[in-house]
């Protein structure tokens, strides 16, 4: 499962913060950075290899 989705789902309210770590197999001192990072832009992967396409 996308881990996007599944920390939207706790900041949504859908899942307790427990949930949350278990889905994602981490422990909670480890989800607590994750829930707190800002979210990454979903195409940060695809814009990247255009521009290494396009000058390379």
Sequence with gaps: MDKRKVIMAYRRGFITIQECAQILGVDSLQI???VDDPEPEP???SRTAKKHSVNG
Excluded: H, V
């Design 32 to 34: 607590m950075g994750l």
């Design 43 to 45: 195409n940060n992967k």
